[in-house]
């Protein structure tokens, strides 16, 4: 969608696909994806296309429908309705095909603090499928693209925040997936270990292609690191664009936290 047009942004949330990307250059794609707990719409009819390399970013207050939005793209929680394609492959017909080719990592730490490094990674390879002939090779390249070598051995519990994030990442990347799904992938770190994850994604695209969906609520993240960024509100996409773009819509010295407020402030919500 035009993200000058922030008109029609708001009269017609569903209609912000970006259905003139051809299926090759798609690496996901979103289609009425919808999600319904009782009476309650936490996700409504959410569409939008993610080119192949490109990293994407989710904006929303609190409750806004982002890990809802998440978990059904993970396939760890069924869609009431509509579907999702990644890499041509639905998420309602064949979620086991599609977990095969994503990775994930969620918003609390995941890593086993028990075991190092390298035996974390080894189980992921395991969990994974990665032929055993290969894991070793894998793991050296994972350990090596998220500069945690001289860490390998030592017990994750002794870890920084920022060395566990960048582990995850290396877990999940380990399959070479398709697209990985990071929820606030930098929550709770200081600046330069936010500074290294964002590095550490950046070469994940360059050295792989490979395409990232993520969700946060740091600005100076969202505008520094995505190609792309969508705004949901009350469970409905009512904006997408390139970040600056977005900002330049709004005023010509707009930045991202005004677009936050107003597209997710208390007056659109009422």
């Avoid at 029609?8 to 999600?35: D, K, M, S, W």
């Avoid at 697209?179 to 994604?201: K, Q, S, Y």
């Avoid at 009350?234 to 900002?247: E, F, N, S």
């Amino acid at each position: 969608m035009n993200a000058i047009n922030t008109a029609t942004a708001i009269a017609e949330p569903t209609a912000t696909a970006a259905a003139a990307v051809p299926l090759t250059q798609a690496a996901l794609q979103v289609e009425g994806l919808t999600r319904k707990f009782g009476d309650f719409v936490a996700v409504h009819s959410v569409s939008f296309t993610v080119n192949r390399g490109a990293i994407f970013g989710l904006l929303g207050s609190n409750g806004a429908g982002k890990s809802t939005l998440i978990k059904m793209l993970t396939t760890l929680l069924p869609p009431t309705s509509g579907d999702a394609l990644i890499a041509g492959l639905s998420i309602v017909r064949e979620p086991a095909a599609v977990r095969a080719r994503i990775g994930y990592v969620p918003q609390m730490l995941s890593a086993d603090g028990a075991l190092t490094a390298r035996e974390n990674l080894l189980f992921s390879a395991r969990l994974y499928g990665v032929p055993s002939a290969e894991r070793r090779a894998r793991i050296s390249d994972a350990l090596h693209l998220m500069q945690l070598e001289d860490a390998a051995d030592r017990l994750v519990n002794t870890y920084s925040g920022g060395m566990v994030r960048r582990l995850e990442l290396a877990q999940a990347m380990l399959h070479h997936p398709s697209v990985l799904f990071l929820d606030e992938p930098t929550i709770g770190l200081d600046p330069l270990a936010r500074h290294a994850v964002w590095d550490r994604l950046r070469a994940l695209r360059k050295d792989f292609a490979m395409t990232v969906l993520l969700t946060t609520h740091d600005m100076d993240e969202a505008g520094s690191l995505c190609d792309e960024l969508a705004i949901l509100n009350l469970g409905r996409l009512v904006l997408q664009g390139k970040p600056a773009d977005l900002c330049a819509a709004l005023s010509p010295t707009a930045t991202l936290d005004d677009v936050f407020a107003r597209y997710c402030g208390s007056k659109l919500q009422d």
